[in-house]
């Protein structure tokens, strides 16, 4: 498809996930506005070559296909349909593609609301993280017609490594992403308690880190994970509060149907507990900060078991909506 032939796209939400996929649109030769409030944001993506605007409403009228990059379905209803959220002025027989982590009931009902107004819904979560935002390389994990998947075929292999088309129906694209996210939170959860007791035990922590990398008890998460441990570094990719978040919905998910998970509840509880100590915006890996009379490399000992060893900052990286993502 010619440069001249692709459609206009717009992102909502220029975090850590969304300003990566904006700029990997931008690198592919699309004409690509971003949204944000953040005024830094904007002035990033203005600076990237991108259009940048403040309300979804200054979109509207410009684009075709809509990607909205917020935190969950609530936050993706405020930018369709809230105060100079996008419709009214999108045009009929756009495409909106969600990408926020969530419950497979709430997309669906979306897709029905969107659908008075003629504009079409792609289900469409989203898994790699923000360096993989940054490189066009996500996992996209998507579901729709099969006529919006042609619509877009251009945008989807600009953003992703791996378009999985997992149906006609909607929903089906964010119930493997709970699935995902399931995986990707216990096994955080249990890489940072299996640290924290190797720690505890008297092991080096580097040589921990190298001996399980290289053993049956590791994980993707474990090697991607733990080296932010060894650093000292818990600057977040992903944070504390989307698995919070994510977990949570989960969960939630499970219990309507009075479906058991045990695991999911257990990391959930970790997580919240992390969070209520204060550690809500760091990396998700300060999960491990919660474990009493340990010393985490580039702390101080945390005797009483309440507190991070860093500072609460967060980092120039976090950012309350963006949805990072595993």
Request: glycine residues 12%.
């Amino acid at each position: 498809m010619s440069i001249s032939q692709r459609p206009r796209v717009g992102v909502i939400g220029l975090g850590s996930m969304g300003m990566g996929m904006a700029t990997s649109l931008v690198n592919a030769g699309f004409e690509t506005w971003g949204c944000d409030l953040r005024e830094e944001a904007r002035a990033n993506f203005g600076e990237a070559g991108g259009h940048a605007v403040a309300t979804p409403a200054e979109m509207a009228a410009a684009v075709e296909i809509v990607l909205t990059v917020v935190v969950n379905a609530e936050q993706t209803r405020a930018v369709l349909f809230g105060d100079g959220g996008l419709l009214p002025g999108l045009a009929p027989d756009s495409v909106v593609i969600s990408c926020a982590t969530c419950a497979p009931d709430d997309v669906q009902a979306l897709g029905i609301d969107l659908a008075v107004h003629d504009i079409h819904l792609l289900d469409a979560p989203i898994s790699g993280g923000s360096v993989k935002a940054a490189a066009g390389q996500l996992t996209i994990m998507a579901s729709g017609p099969a006529a919006l998947f042609e619509r877009a075929e251009n945008v989807l292999d600009a953003l992703a490594a791996k378009v999985f088309r997992l149906g006609d129906g909607l929903g089906q694209g964010s119930q493997v992403k709970l699935v995902n996210q399931l995986l990707a939170g216990v096994h955080i959860a249990a890489a940072a308690e299996a640290m924290a007791y190797g720690i505890r035990g008297g092991c080096d922590p580097r040589t921990l880190y190298e001996v399980i990398t290289q053993s049956a008890g590791n994980s993707w998460m474990f090697e991607n994970r733990v080296p932010h441990i060894l650093a000292g570094d818990y600057t977040p990719h992903s944070a504390v509060d989307i698995f919070v978040k994510d977990l949570g919905i989960v969960h939630d998910t499970a219990h309507r149907d009075k479906f058991p998970l045990p695991l999911t509840a257990q990391a959930l509880s970790q997580f919240t507990l992390a969070s209520a100590q204060g550690l809500g915006r760091e990396d998700d890996i300060a999960v491990v900060k919660v474990y009493p009379g340990i010393t985490l490399p580039g702390t101080a000992a945390n005797d009483a078991g309440f507190g991070p060893g860093t500072d609460l900052d967060g980092g120039p990286n976090a950012d309350p909506n963006d949805h990072g993502g595993a």
